[in-house]
């Protein structure tokens, strides 16, 4: 319960007392007061909030499972920045401009909490729409494969060629296609969806129970009826699996494709940062980036548990 409290006021006593041997940048960081730093104010708070929930545990029995599960995570995550501390700031074992501590990374979000903020709405409306792209075009190309014998005769093989190709390597193509930089952007992305969804969607459609069918052509449905009201259902399983794999590979295609010309952006941001040796904002933006990734593949899942709701906890997140 207190293993929160204990790794902070490690940490914190760490930070207080052990001297700098790694030289601080000139930084607006390092005119703040030494307690309105960001990194002591989040050990300051972590020691806090710990303390009141170890103690409201002890009086309510309602939040004392959540905090026995959740306490040592957090005091992990402390003890990590209490490591991470040690061997930048206090150590210099590895050294500035590349390995600041977590105090100058903490300190340029805060600096640049604006600019990450603008930069993040603009990869989330990029990310989305070469998502959406890849999605829609995915659904139709895996549901005419696997639904037609003909089709499938004729795009599988292109498709088993074209499809592995890195969405990377396309960037002088689309860069020849279209102008806009947004264009190539999304159509990167698309593509690097398009491929997961494709394979996995024609997988789910054509391994669909002939029960299913026979049913269904028993009471009078016609071909569109069983595609769209059994087939695709049937194949929901298989198709938000490829929903997952083409949300994972969009992130990794979002920050080149942010390269290609795109003024904003988290992929922009951390090119910008780095072409100015500001290694403290390069790591602040990978923290957001995290964050951003993570919350966007939460919503995934849990979009997942609420359609197929007799697959609940199949597939952990």
């Known amino acids: 319960m207190f293993s929160p409290a204990l790794a902070s006021l490690t940490a914190l006593t760490v930070h207080r007392y052990i001297p700098n041997e790694q030289l601080p940048p000139l930084t607006w960081v390092e005119a703040l007061p030494r307690w309105q730093h960001p990194y002591p104010v989040i050990l300051v708070t972590i020691l806090i909030v710990s303390l009141a929930l170890a103690a409201t545990q002890a009086v309510w029995r309602w939040p004392r499972a959540w905090v026995r599960h959740t306490a040592p995570l957090v005091a992990g995550a402390t003890a990590t920045l209490c490591v991470w501390d040690l061997v930048t700031v206090k150590l210099d074992w590895l050294s500035q401009p590349f390995f600041p501590g977590p105090d100058e990374v903490f300190g340029g979000i805060l600096d640049d909490r604006k600019l990450l903020l603008d930069s993040a709405w603009h990869s989330l409306r990029l990310l989305m729409s070469g998502y959406l792209v890849g999605v829609t075009a995915g659904l139709v190309t895996g549901i005419l494969v696997g639904w037609f014998p003909r089709v499938r005769y004729w795009l599988m093989p ?23 930089s947004f264009l190539c952007a999304v159509a990167l992305i698309g593509f690097a969806v398009w491929f997961p969804m494709t394979v996995l969607t024609s997988s789910g459609i054509s391994n669909v129970r002939l029960s299913y069918l026979d049913v269904a052509r028993t009471l009078g449905a016609g071909r569109w009826y069983l595609i769209f009201r059994v087939a695709v259902p049937a194949a929901l399983p298989s198709i938000f699996v490829g929903l997952f794999v083409g949300l994972g590979a969009s992130f990794l295609t979002l920050i080149v494709a942010e390269s290609v010309g795109v003024r904003a952006g988290l992929g922009w941001y951390l090119n910008w940062q780095k072409g100015y040796l500001e290694y403290g904002k390069v790591y602040g933006a990978l923290i957001i980036s995290a964050v951003f990734f993570s919350s966007l593949m939460t919503l995934l899942f849990m979009l997942r548990d609420r359609v197929l709701r007799w697959q609940q906890g199949v597939i952990k997140w």
Do not use: N
């Open 158 to 180: 292109a498709i088993k060629v074209v499809g592995p190709t890195p969405a990377t390597a396309l960037i002088p193509l689309v860069m020849t296609v279209w102008k806009d």
